[in-house]
């Protein structure tokens, strides 16, 4: 079955602090993984995927296939990443996306 | 350009009566999916077409659940007899045809069932 976990539903750190957002799946292939990103009142975005390896605003993340996980990363927080993160996965030959229930991320000043 | 379109944005039902919601995909996407968002959940895969097909139906969770994309651009997701539990945003998407390629969402509709 595909699963994605992310074990954190709040998750507050102080401005210029490092951020990890976990995020753990379960999948027997080979999926494709994301993170999606909401602002408030914004729709739902990708923020990056790990087939692009990109860095986009800062954040960065790596699939590691040992441990099932792809854990978002920035070195240093800005109050505008506070929002809601969702990570995520498609499997091999599909694109529907399986979602976690998301991390809350609250960037205090 | 415009993004993903959803309308209604807010929709109240009472219990029993029959919804539909619209989504209105970036034009010339062909894969269009809809999810169903309970509060303080992530989003939920229902349903998927490309084109006007429906390719993958697995997550509807009854068969008062219903979608169609007839013209291979807007779609509608009916439900009947509505009951609380289907009290959720459901979120509609669209990508360019292909596996990888990137998911717009729409602003989704929150619907209310009382």
């Known amino acids: 079955a595909q699963r994605v976990t992310q074990p954190e539903k709040l998750l507050s750190v102080f401005k210029g602090a490092p951020v990890e957002l976990k995020c753990n799946y379960s999948?027997?292939?080979?999926?494709?993984l994301f993170w999606y990103v909401q602002y408030s009142r914004q729709r739902l975005q990708l923020l990056l995927r790990?087939?692009s390896r990109e860095s986009i605003k800062g954040f960065t993340a790596d699939l590691n296939k040992g441990e099932t996980s792809f854990h978002l990363k920035k070195p240093f927080a800005q109050e505008e990443d506070s929002a809601m993160y969702y990570c995520?996965?498609?499997?091999?030959?599909?694109?529907?996306?399986?979602f976690g229930k998301g991390t809350k991320l609250t960037v205090n000043p | 350009g415009a993004g993903v379109s959803q309308s209604p944005r807010y929709k109240v039902a009472k219990r029993g009566q029959d919804v539909a919601l619209r989504c209105d995909p970036i034009?010339?996407?062909?894969?269009l999916f809809w999810y169903q968002q309970a509060l303080g959940q992530g989003p939920e895969f229902l349903t998927y077409f490309q084109n006007e097909a429906q390719l993958d139906k697995s997550g509807l969770p009854s068969d008062r659940f219903f979608a169609e994309r007839p013209e291979g651009s807007v779609s509608t997701l009916k439900i009947q007899r509505t009951q609380q539990e289907d009290s959720a945003v459901y979120l509609c998407?669209?990508?360019?045809?292909?596996?990888?390629?990137?998911?717009?969402f729409g602003p989704g509709t929150r619907l209310t069932v009382t």
């Open positions: 995520a996965l498609s499997g091999s030959g599909s694109e529907k996306l399986v």
């Open positions: 998407a669209s990508s360019r045809r292909g596996l990888g390629w990137e998911q717009y």
């Open positions: 034009s010339g996407h062909v894969s």
């Open positions: 999948y027997s292939g080979s999926p494709e």
């Open positions: 790990h087939i």
